[in-house]
Structure formats: structure tokens, C-alpha cells
């Protein structure tokens, strides 16, 4: 384990009856840092957040938080939003910021923490009326008000609208710049991308990848890909010099109605676009674009689901999982 890590995990097993949700799943946060764990569903994200806050018993491995196991750490230290957190919902958001308040020897004025999340004009209205986002906002809010040094957010944004999804992820940035050290849990890659330091990929219960959203993508991100909008089939592109495939399932647009050129610098563009005048190819767009999180994640922690499904024997380029593995 790494000296200066606040949160740690180390060979985490989980199972619930047959079904096993963490397979030695193993991390470490820094402090200050922001480490967002992505994954399919039920990869494990929410059971190994639950492991290391204390709110479930691991079968075997070991966690801890600041040197101490999740279940012996000084609770005023910590802000845990779960993922299902529902508070009493007849309370004003302003009434249930001041309830959590009133849980700490030295909370903040929940006034402030309404105000950090963008609702301080929303305060006197009903949890219950508020809308799925605004609940959202303060549920976020209610892990705020004891300042905690380490905040696990599981799915902080889901239901949020962009907008105010855009003030959490401020929020979370001024923490993380304040010194706190974040873990949240997200299906969201720009918001893994944007916020974090490091991302770990969960699949089937274990981190398979870890690293910078930059050093992931460089690794397991792929080519950068020329997508022409284009009924023509791939044999028309033959003579290209340059790869061509269909676009992957999941990414971007229809297969039917698309062609990719991969690995291809964007000063090369002039190129194909020649290459289909010269061979009156009709096409109605072209778009560029550099591989980013959601094509590292479209080829590790996709292709675990897929080997669980018949569409693993359709052709699909198979991952090998153990190499992944091994540059985590
Ligand atoms: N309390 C529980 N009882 C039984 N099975 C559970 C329980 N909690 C989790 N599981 C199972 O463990 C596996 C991992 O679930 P978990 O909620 O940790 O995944 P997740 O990555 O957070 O998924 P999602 O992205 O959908 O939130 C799933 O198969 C889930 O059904």
C-alpha cells in the first residue's frame, strides 16, 4: 500500500449469496486527490464505496480511511452521500442541511452549504418539491455540512441537469483544491474526465485499470478516428490508405450510416476528402475526433459484459482483460 494514501483498499472480496460483487478489488487515494471509480452496473462500485465507509462488512481484504478501518474512523471526518440516500422528505432543504448540522459539534451554517450548491434561493421549499435534481443538490449538500477531509460520492450528478452539474463539479473541484480528498462513483466519463486526478475501471468486482484519465486513454483509448457520415460500405474505402472500420456499437453513429478512418492525423483530412470526390462517394459529414475515457471504457469494461452475452462471439475484437490488468 502506498504511504500517503488516505483511502485504501486492498484485495476486497464481496459476494451476496451466488453473486459476487467485489473479486479483490484493490485502490488507493491520496490526499487531496479525486479519484472517480467508473464500471458497468453492477461492476461492484457501489458495494466497494459501502466497504470502505463501513456501511457493509467485506468478506476478506482489507480497508481504511486515514489509518483507520471504516468502521473505527472519527465518523465527523467523513461525508458519505450513498447512492439511494433519501432524507425525510416533509423537511425544507433548509431544515434537513440544518438537521445533519445538528449531528456535528462544529457544523457549518447550512445557509453556506446551500449556497455552495446552488440552491440558496430554494431553501425554504419542501425536500419533497423539490425537483429530482434540486434533492439531488442537496443530498450533496447534506455530506458538506461537518466539512469533511474525505467526501465518497456515490453518483453525486445522476439526475442533475447540466447546469447544475456544472456547480458540483465546481464544488467538488474547490474541495479537492481545499485539500479534500474526493471519491466518487460516475457514469458520467466527462465528469471523470473533468474532476479526476485518477479513475479506477471496475469490472466484475475488481479494478482492472487504474490511472491519469490522460495515461488511461493513452494506453487503452485507441487511434484517434475520422468518421464520415456516408451510406457507402467499406469496401468502397478500400484503396484508402489509411484503416477503415464501421463505427463500434454503443459509440457515435448508426453502423449502417457511417464509416471510420482511424489513426489518421487531422492535416490528413484533405486526403479523404479527395479520396471521395475522386470516387464520387456521397457523404452528408465528416467529424474528427481524439479518443477520449468513453473509448477506454468501451474497450475494457464493455467487452466484460460482452463475455456474458451471445454478442461476445459475433466478431467483436476480444480484450485481453489480465493485460489491462498489468498497466494499472
Ligand atoms: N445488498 C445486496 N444484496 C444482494 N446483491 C447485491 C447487494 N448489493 C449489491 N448486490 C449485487 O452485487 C453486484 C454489484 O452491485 P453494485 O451495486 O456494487 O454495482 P455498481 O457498480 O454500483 O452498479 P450500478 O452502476 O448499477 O450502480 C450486483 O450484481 C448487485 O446485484
Not at 179 to 198: F, I, K, N, S
Not at 204 to 231: C, F, M, W
Not at 290 to 315: H, K, N, Q
Amino acid at each position: 500500500m502506498e504511504a500517503e494514501a488516505v483511502v485504501e483498499a486492498q484485495g476486497l472480496e464481496k459476494s451476496y449469496g451466488e453473486t459476487v460483487a467485489l473479486s479483490g478489488a484493490s485502490l488507493a487515494v491520496e490526499g487531496g486527490e479525486v479519484f472517480a471509480l467508473i464500471g458497468p452496473n453492477g461492476a461492484g462500485k457501489t458495494t466497494l464505496v459501502r466497504a470502505l465507509t463501513g456501511t457493509t462488512e467485506p468478506d476478506s481484504g482489507q480497508a481504511r480511511i486515514m489509518g483507520d478501518s471504516p468502521t473505527s474512523v472519527d465518523r465527523s471526518r467523513l461525508g458519505v452521500l450513498p447512492q439511494d440516500f433519501s432524507p425525510p422528505d416533509r423537511l425544507s432543504a433548509h431544515e434537513l442541511l440544518a438537521y445533519y448540522a445538528g449531528l456535528y459539534d462544529d457544523a457549518r451554517d447550512p445557509d453556506d452549504v446551500l449556497a455552495d450548491v446552488g440552491l440558496a434561493d430554494t431553501g425554504e421549499t419542501r425536500y419533497e418539491d423539490l425537483s429530482g435534481g434540486q434533492q439531488r443538490r442537496v443530498c450533496v449538500g447534506a455530506t458538506l455540512v461537518n466539512d469533511p477531509d474525505v467526501l465518497f460520492l456515490d453518483e453525486p450528478t445522476t439526475g442533475i441537469d447540466p447546469a447544475g452539474r456544472r456547480t458540483v463539479w465546481r464544488l467538488i473541484e474547490e474541495l479537492a483544491a481545499s485539500g479534500t480528498t474526493v471519491v466518487l462513483t460516475t457514469h458520467d466519463m466527462a465528469e471523470a474526465e473533468r474532476l479526476a486526478d485518477r479513475v479506477g475501471l471496475l469490472a466484475a468486482g475488481s479494478v482492472i485499470a487504474r490511472g491519469t484519465p490522460d495515461t488511461l486513454v493513452r494506453e487503452h483509448g485507441g487511434a484517434s478516428r475520422l468518421t464520415i457520415e456516408t451510406t457507402a460500405d467499406l469496401e468502397a474505402f478500400a484503396d484508402l490508405e489509411y484503416p477503415v472500420s464501421q463505427p463500434e456499437r454503443g459509440r457515435g453513429r448508426n453502423p449502417d450510416n457511417a464509416v471510420v478512418v482511424r489513426d489518421i492525423d487531422p492535416a490528413a483530412i484533405a486526403t479523404v476528402v479527395d479520396y471521395l470526390e475522386a470516387r464520387t462517394i456521397v457523404y452528408t459529414g465528416l467529424t474528427w475526433s481524439e479518443p477520449d475515457l468513453e473509448d477506454v471504457y468501451l474497450e475494457l469494461a464493455d467487452e466484460t459484459e460482452l463475455e456474458g452475452t451471445d454478442r461476445a462471439s459475433d466478431g467483436a475484437e476480444g480484450t485481453n482483460l489480465a493485460q489491462a490488468g498489468e498497466t494499472a
